[in-house]
């Protein structure tokens, strides 16, 4: 009796320490997403021309972002994917993750300046998607 108490006590323990150690483990090598940015038709005439830089950034359900995908000179509708090398902060993704993007030509992420354009998935996704799509529909002034 007392070896298998003993026994299950270390299986317990066994699948709590897996789980509590694996679990990011686990959302960091499935995290795989993929789709398209376009922007919203009456403001294709503010795209700003050359040497111009898309960012995709993935944040957690606390609103951090945890990874980022950077495109230089993107051509509309632009297709992104990405993948656990995308990951910037790998410790704190989580299982519903929320899309935005932004287009400028200075290249600082989180700096609005005048003439940037964002957008953002309006729902949540999970860490496996495929055929997301993000619409640039706002312009800083």
């Known amino acids: 009796m007392l070896r298998k108490l003993t026994l299950l006590l270390l299986l317990a323990a066994a699948v709590f320490a897996g789980w509590k150690f694996?679990?990011?483990a686990a959302?960091?090598?499935f995290f795989r997403v993929s789709g398209t940015v376009s922007v919203r038709p009456d403001l294709l005439n503010a795209l700003p021309?050359?040497?111009s830089m898309l960012f995709v950034v993935v944040r957690n359900s606390g609103?951090?972002?945890v990874a980022v995908k950077k495109i230089i000179n993107p051509a509309f509708p632009a297709r992104f994917e990405m993948g656990p090398s995308n990951l910037i902060m790998p410790d704190l993704l989580t299982r519903r993750?929320?899309?935005e993007a932004?287009?400028?030509?200075h290249g600082q992420l989180g700096e609005n300046r005048r003439g940037d354009l964002r957008g953002e998935l309006s729902s949540g996704a999970a860490i496996i998607s495929k055929g997301l799509?993000?619409?640039l529909d706002?312009?800083?002034k």
């Open 22 to 24: 694996g679990y990011q």
């Open 27 to 29: 959302l960091r090598y």
């Open 49 to 51: 021309g050359a040497n």
């Open 63 to 65: 609103g951090v972002p």
């Open 97 to 99: 993750i929320y899309l």
């Open 102 to 105: 932004a287009l400028n030509t």
């Open 133 to 135: 799509s993000v619409t």
């Open 138 to 140: 706002t312009r800083i």
